[in-house]
C-alpha cells in the first residue's frame, strides 16, 4: 500500500503542530482528550499511570484495548477507516509497514520527547527511527537471552557458561553423556511470531545478517550471511542429537515450560522468562537458571536481538495542533519521565520484569534488589548493549517471514540444504521488494 502523497501532506500539517507543542500552557491542554489505543497486557498499571497523568495535567484519557493475538487486526481495521486514535501501542516489526500506509506520524519535531534517546540504549532508537525519522518512545523492550542450567552444568562437571556456539555444542554433549537431558537444548522453531527472534539471535552471534543497509538480501551469502547459524541448527539437531527433531513444531510457550520443568540444560528465551523460570511457583527449576551473554560464532561477537514496543502517534493525533500537544504529553509521561522520574519503566519491570531500554534505570540499587531473585540486571544491561534491531523490518516483512520460517524448517528436517533453503529466501526476499520499492 503506497500513500506517500496523503503523507506529505500529513508531514506538513504535523510540522505545523509540533511547533506549537510549547506553546500549550496546561490551562489550555486540560480540556482536551484524547484516545489511547493499546493490548491487553499491564492493564492495571496503564490505568493507575492514565489517573495519575489526568489528575497530573488535566487531560483526559480515552482507554481502549484489544487482545495481542487481535490486535494488530483490529488497529489495522481501526486505522484504514480513519478511526480517532491518537496514541496507540506499536511492534517495531509493523513500523516501516503503518508508516508506509501512513497511519504513524514523526515525533521528532517535539524536542520534549528526543532529548530522551541521549538516555536510551542505541539500539532502541534505532529501532524507531524509518526513513531518517524517529515515530515514538520505547515503553518496553526485550532481546534473546542465552540461559543455562546452573545445577545441570554443576553436574555435568562444567564450571562456565559457553563463550562460543561450538563450546555450546560441547557441553551439551557432556550433559547428554551425563544422562541429565536426552536434548540438551531447546530450540522452539515452530513457525511463529517468535521464529524470527531465534533466528535473529543466532544470525547476529555468528557475524552475519539477513540484508544489508540497502536492504538487499545477504542471508544466503557464504559469510556475512545466515549460513553459519542455520548449519549449526542442523548439525545440532541430525549430527549430534543435542536438539530434538520436534524444535520445529516447538512454541515459545511450549518450549518454555519444557526448560521449566528441568527436561533441557540450555535454551534460548527473552529474558523477561527468567522471571517464570526462577519462580518456584511456577517452575521445578527455579533459582537455577542464569542469564550469560550469548555465545559467539566464529567470525561473530556476543551480540543478539532486541525489539522494541512503543508509543506512537497517530495521523489523527497529529492531525490538530493542541491535540498533538495532549499527545506528546503522554507519551512523555508513559515512554519518557513522570514528574521528573521513569516512573512507568519502573513498576514495568518491578511488577511484571518487562525490560527497559533507559540507561540510568540499569544502575538503580531498587530495581537490582527487586529483581536479584530473577537475574543480574548488570548482565541485562550488558547484553543490551549488544542488541541490534531486526534488519528485516521493511513493509513486506510479514509475507517474507512465513516464506522463511518455513525453508529454515526445511533445512532443519533435510528436505533441503541449508545452502538451497537460504537462495529460497533470498530469492523471496527480492521478489518481494521489487515488487513493494520497485
Known amino acids: 500500500m503506497s500513500t506517500a502523497g496523503v503523507a506529505r501532506r500529513d508531514l506538513l500539517k504535523y510540522s505545523a503542530a509540533a511547533g506549537l507543542v510549547g506553546a500549550f500552557p496546561r490551562r489550555a491542554l486540560g480540556a482536551e482528550k484524547i484516545t489511547f489505543a493499546a493490548w491487553a497486557a499491564a492493564v492495571d498499571q496503564v490505568k493507575a499511570h492514565i489517573t495519575a497523568f489526568e489528575k497530573e495535567t488535566g487531560i483526559t484519557v480515552e482507554y481502549t484495548n484489544a487482545p495481542w493475538a487481535q490486535y494488530r487486526e483490529t488497529m489495522v481495521t481501526k486505522l484504514a477507516a480513519n478511526a480517532p486514535i491518537d496514541v496507540m501501542w506499536v511492534s517495531d516489526a509493523w513500523l516501516a509497514e503503518w508508516v508506509e500506509a501512513g497511519w504513524l506520524q514523526p515525533i521528532d519535531g517535539f524536542k520534549e520527547l528526543t532529548r530522551y534517546n541521549e538516555d536510551a540504549k542505541p539500539f532502541a532508537t534505532e529501532s524507531l527511527i524509518y526513513k531518517g525519522r524517529q515515530y515514538g518512545l520505547t515503553y518496553y523492550a526485550g532481546f534473546m537471552g542465552f540461559l543455562y542450567n546452573e545445577e545441570m552444568y554443576r553436574k555435568a562437571g562444567i564450571a562456565a557458561p559457553p563463550q562460543t556456539w561450538d563450546e555450546v555444542t560441547e557441553h551439551a554433549l557432556k550433559v547428554k553423556k551425563a544422562g541429565l537431558a536426552e536434548y540438551p537444548v531447546m530450540l522452539s522453531l515452530t513457525n511463529e511470531t517468535w521464529l524470527i527472534e531465534f533466528l535473529s539471535a543466532m544470525v547476529y552471534s555468528h557475524g552475519g545478517r539477513f540484508v544489508d543497509d540497502k536492504q538487499n538480501a545477504t542471508m544466503h551469502l557464504p559469510k556475512g550471511g545466515a549460513l553459519a547459524p542455520l548449519k549449526w541448527i542442523v548439525d545440532a539437531v541430525n549430527t549430534h542429537k543435542i536438539v530434538s527433531p520436534a524444535a520445529v513444531t516447538t512454541s515459545e510457550l511450549t518450549g518454555l515450560k519444557a526448560v521449566a520443568s528441568g527436561a533441557h540444560a540450555i535454551t534460548l528465551l527473552c529474558e523477561n522468562r527468567l522471571r517464570m523460570l526462577n519462580d518456584p511457583k511456577q517452575s521445578q527449576v527455579a533459582g537455577k537458571i542464569k542469564l550469560a551473554l550469548m555465545p559467539k560464532g566464529p567470525d561473530g561477537s556476543n551480540a543478539t536481538v532486541a525489539w522494541t514496543r512503543f508509543y506512537g502517534l497517530t495521523k489523527h493525533g497529529a492531525g490538530d495542533p493542541k491535540r498533538a500537544a495532549a499527545a506528546a504529553k503522554f507519551i512523555e509521561w508513559f515512554g519518557g519521565k513522570a514528574k521528573g522520574e521513569y516512573k512507568f519503566q519502573k513498576i514495568m519491570y518491578t511488577d511484571l520484569f518487562a525490560g527497559f531500554v533507559v540507561k540510568p534505570l540499569f544502575n538503580d540499587a531498587e530495581l ?27 513493509p513486506w516483512f510479514g509475507e517474507w517471514n512465513e516464506t522463511n520460517g518455513k525453508l529454515w524448517q526445511s533445512a532443519i528436517l533435510k528436505k533441503d540444504t541449508p545452502e538451497g533453503a537460504l537462495k529460497k529466501s533470498a530469492d523471496e526476499w527480492t521478489k518481494l521488494k521489487k515488487q513493494h520499492v520497485g
Open 368 to 394: 537490582k534488589n527487586a529483581v536479584k531473585e530473577y537475574a543480574d540486571l548488570t548482565i541485562v544491561g550488558k547484553q543490551f548493549d549488544l542488541a541490534k534491531k531486526k534488519d528485516v523490518m521493511t
